[in-house]
């Protein structure tokens, strides 16, 4: 039993690239979600999902896609990198039987745009 | 919007003495309330966590304290160890909606000097 999982683990991206970061879980969670972590800033939620096919706008959606077309997938897509998102970016899982429960993270991905 | 404060930014105590984290939040709906540890380079991990229906709730040497008339809640941990060191997070569930987002606090960094 993995819990939740993410790829890659550190990533160097110039200005205007694109990429995909990929979380995995395998706790059979209906919610996941993706926060980024600035310093003295905590971890603000960037897109979630409630559920396989669908996805919701967080604190800080600018910038960022995502889809959810398995249930234990969720990627995160940066279409025109900017160095503003040098971030850890971190996936989280969770139930969802009425109401709020405790939220598995992955374990980061340290992301520099230059 | 909601928002969840978190005092102090930065705690530093000898090892044995106790510590203290206050958070507040500002969704008066808000039914769940948990705390995590991120050690360095790490994922954050959940310690404690407590409902809305409970006052307080203690684990070994970590307490965590709700007063919901004034949207308030507590981290104590008591006989410091060094390996308390970390930075804690609070967080509050967000009511509107059966997404389980949870919104942070901007964290503490503990130390506990030997």
């Known amino acids: 039993n993995a819990g939740v999982t993410q790829t890659p683990k550190f990533r160097v991206l110039k200005t205007g690239q694109s990429m995909t970061l990929l979380c995995a879980q395998d706790?059979?969670?209906?919610?996941m979600y993706w926060y980024r972590q600035d310093p003295g800033m905590g971890l603000r939620l960037i897109h979630y999902?409630?559920?396989?096919?669908?996805?919701a706008k967080g604190e800080v959606p600018d910038g960022y896609n995502v889809s959810r077309l398995k249930k234990q997938n969720f990627l995160l897509g940066l279409e025109s990198a900017a160095p503003s998102q040098t971030s850890v970016y971190f996936c989280?899982?969770?139930?969802?039987?009425?109401?709020?429960?405790?939220?598995?993270f992955g374990p980061g991905t340290r992301l520099t745009v230059t | 919007g909601e928002n969840v404060e978190q005092h102090p930014s930065t705690l530093s105590v000898q090892e044995g003495d106790s510590a203290v984290i206050k958070c507040t939040y500002s969704?008066?709906?808000?039914?769940?309330f948990p705390w995590y540890k991120q050690e360095l380079g790490k994922r954050p991990q959940l310690i404690i966590d407590?409902?809305?229906?409970?006052g307080e709730k203690k684990d070994q040497r970590i307490a965590v304290t709700l007063n919901k008339t004034a949207k308030h809640f507590s981290l104590h941990i008591t006989e410091t160890q060094p390996e308390d060191s970390a930075v804690y997070f609070c967080?509050?569930?967000?009511?509107?909606?059966?997404?389980?987002?949870?919104?942070f606090g901007q964290g503490t960094t503990l130390q506990v000097k030997p």
């Open positions: 706790m059979n969670h209906e919610y």
């Open positions: 999902s409630v559920g396989e096919g669908t996805t």
């Open positions: 967080a509050a569930s967000i009511s509107s909606g059966n997404t389980g987002k949870l919104i």
């Open positions: 989280a899982s969770s139930y969802s039987t009425l109401g709020a429960y405790e939220q598995y």
């Open positions: 969704d008066s709906a808000s039914n769940y």
């Open positions: 407590i409902r809305s229906n409970v």
